[in-house]
């Protein structure tokens, strides 16, 4: 679930494009929208940028000079509040309620961070190539 939520970002796919050893393109695509509206990915990233932080790896030091990034003309009154979580139907059973719990998830959150810095540290170590 989680490897097709970011294959979808990292790509930019259409979720109907998913790849079908994620699953059913709708199921991750419900996940993903279920925990945007409930807060779950920002409670990851707190928690891998705490643990970040905490190890020195962080540096917070940011300068955004406004004459060089410009808002889009549509930018003004977007959406503030994440979508809403779907409605249940009668007593149905939440669908995945017996999955690992969210704590998981930053494990594996933790895990692709660590295989993109080590695939950067191989491109960085790598001779230049020109095409």
């Known amino acids: ?23 059913p393109w ?3 695509y419900e996940r993903h929208r279920l ?11 707190q928690q891998v940028q705490a643990a970040a932080d905490a190890a020195g790896e962080i540096d917070w030091d ?14 003004a009154g977007a959406r503030t509040e994440p979508p809403p979580a779907p409605a249940t ?12 719990p969210w704590q998981s998830l930053v494990a594996r959150l933790v895990e692709v ?3 993109v810095r080590a695939w950067g540290a191989r491109g960085a ?5 020109s095409t």
């Not at 139907?89 to 690992?100: L, M, P, R, S, Y």
């Not at 170590?125 to 190539?129: D, F, L, N, Q, T």
């Open 89 to 100: 139907k009668g007593a149905e059973e939440v669908e995945h309620q017996d999955e690992t």
């Open 26 to 28: 709708k199921t991750v």
């Open 113 to 115: 961070v660590l295989e």
């Open 1 to 23: 679930m989680i490897d097709g939520i970011l294959h979808r970002v990292r790509t930019g796919v259409q979720w109907r494009d998913l790849p079908e050893r994620f699953g």
């Open 35 to 45: 925990w945007s509206a409930d807060g779950t990915w920002e409670r990851l990233l």
């Open 62 to 75: 940011i300068a955004v000079d406004s004459t060089i990034v410009r808002a889009h003309q549509h930018a």
């Open 125 to 129: 170590g790598s001779p230049a190539s």
